[in-house]
């Protein structure tokens, strides 16, 4: 059988998120060689080498991007629903579950992990890792590869005490440079480096400083969580950083959640990126998504899941805690002042940005993905309106942010391959995928047993 080289698209309800485009209450979209070539109504073509597939009752926006998420952790879904930061990491890091994955273990969560992101239309995430050996490190980056997904490989140290304190100054060995070598030699390929540094507030400040100058030597996006929970307005990471030069828009700020309104300012004067994990910000005790408060000093958040021991892994869900978590703090300030609000203060539009076009603006992708435009990759989802939850759809916008789930996402494409189609993956053998997690799943829970409350049971 010979194989399509391209896909039309037909009279879809088209949310380019492109400034200069906008949306289409119904057009066609021509996928050609991996790219998007031509969004227009009435697209005329006559091509037995692209195969037409009818796009009517569907919405199609560009794939979702997940600036933050630590992968592998799928193979522990839902143990964390309960645990705050502190237990989070005393369960899963510093000698605890995390540090007894096999590199097996790693393959068969990463895989799945980046399926599960796919089956929700998010065609790229930053996977957040802490490999524990070289091992661990191509068989993370092998389960990412067979996925079919985008992603930025963020390199990170093993999550171990001797390496997470206010003191380490250990940091990457040789083998980083042997995988930024033989793994992403290239930027025009669907994985890309990045580095997973611990910052300022959990490494010490010259580990700091030389893993900056290291990503930038390696031209990789380097992230770190900064400036949240009881320590983020005491510490002044962004003010420190700042004054030594460091910001810039190759740096990704994860949470930043209790810092103070001049360094909001900073960060985005930098054009450095700020990451959002709302539900998870707000259950574990990182402080209040700080949306609004980057917002208001000229920044745009990018949106992030972050762990899916205590989460789903869909951006759905997020836009929801991100646009309701904002408009509810600034309805409390106008409530308490005497007054009801009267137009809401964040849009369904910017939270949609912030799951597209920021997204990849974050991972250094924005020239590749994040919007719908001629000649971009062909990154893109198509939601069903038919479905009871959906129909019927008035405002597109609104209809994906606020009520989309999951289970409306029909079609699936990464950089113009099809990867989910009719409501299925594709190109995977899902009941050999979930047969490899149990077995992982048995080993972990035998080499380190949670208590009963926080145990993962199957049946």
């Not at 009435?42 to 997940?66: Q, R, W």
């Not at 992968?71 to 369960?91: A, C, D, I, K, M």
């Not at 919007?371 to 939850?389: C, F, H, Q, W, Y």
């Amino acid at each position: 059988m010979e194989k399509k080289q391209g896909y039309l698209l037909k009279n879809g309800w088209v949310l380019t998120m492109d400034s200069k485009l906008g949306a289409y209450r119904k057009a066609d979209v021509l996928i050609r060689h991996k790219r998007i070539e031509v969004i227009q109504p009435n697209v005329k073509l006559d091509d037995e080498h692209v195969e037409v597939i009818d796009a009517s009752g569907m919405i199609i926006t560009p794939g979702f991007v997940d600036t933050h998420r630590h992968v592998w952790e799928s193979v522990v879904r839902t143990v964390g629903t309960n645990w705050s930061l502190p237990v989070y990491l005393q369960n899963l890091y510093y000698g605890a579950m995390g540090s007894k994955l096999r590199p097996q273990d790693s393959y068969i969560a990463n895989l799945l992990g980046a399926l599960e992101a796919l089956n929700a239309g998010v065609t790229t995430l930053m996977d957040w890792s802490m490999p524990y050996s070289p091992e661990h490190t191509d068989e993370l980056i092998r389960g990412l590869q067979d996925s079919g997904i985008r992603a930025v490989f963020a390199h990170g140290v093993p999550g171990e005490t001797e390496y997470w304190n206010r003191d380490s100054r250990l940091t990457y060995s040789a083998d980083l440079r042997r995988v930024s070598e033989q793994y992403f030699s290239s930027k025009d390929q669907l994985l890309t480096l990045g580095l997973a540094i611990r910052g300022p507030e959990f490494s010490h400040w010259d580990t700091t400083v030389e893993e900056i100058r290291l990503a930038r030597e390696l031209n990789a996006i380097c992230s770190m969580h900064v400036g949240f929970g009881s320590w983020g307005s005491q510490d002044h990471s962004i003010t420190r950083l700042h004054e030594a030069g460091l910001l810039g828009p190759d740096i990704n700020v994860v949470h930043g959640n209790t810092m103070s309104t001049e360094e909001y300012k900073l960060l985005a004067s930098s054009g450095a990126s700020l990451s959002v994990t709302p539900e998870v910000e707000m259950m574990m005790g990182h402080g209040y998504p700080a949306t609004g408060f980057f917002l208001e000093q000229g920044g745009e958040p990018a949106l992030g899941v972050d762990v899916v021991t205590s989460t789903g892994g869909d951006l759905f869900s997020q836009m929801k805690f991100m646009l309701q978590a904002e408009r509810s703090r600034v309805n409390e300030q106008i409530i308490s002042s005497g007054d009801m609000p009267g137009e809401l203060n964040l849009l369904s539009e910017q939270v949609l940005r912030a799951a597209t076009v920021t997204g990849a603006k974050a991972l250094g992708l924005d020239r590749s993905i994040g919007s719908l435009t001629p000649g971009k990759e062909a990154d893109l989802v198509l939601i069903r309106t038919s479905d009871l939850n959906m129909f019927p759809v008035q405002d597109p916008i609104g209809a994906v942010v606020q009520f989309a789930n999951p289970s409306n996402v029909d079609t699936v494409f990464v950089a113009g391959k099809m990867v989910k189609r009719g409501g299925q993956l594709l190109h995977v053998n899902l009941p050999s995928v979930q047969q490899q997690v149990l077995a992982s799943v048995e080993y972990l829970n035998s080499q380190y047993r949670l208590t009963d409350a926080e145990r993962v049971v199957y049946t």
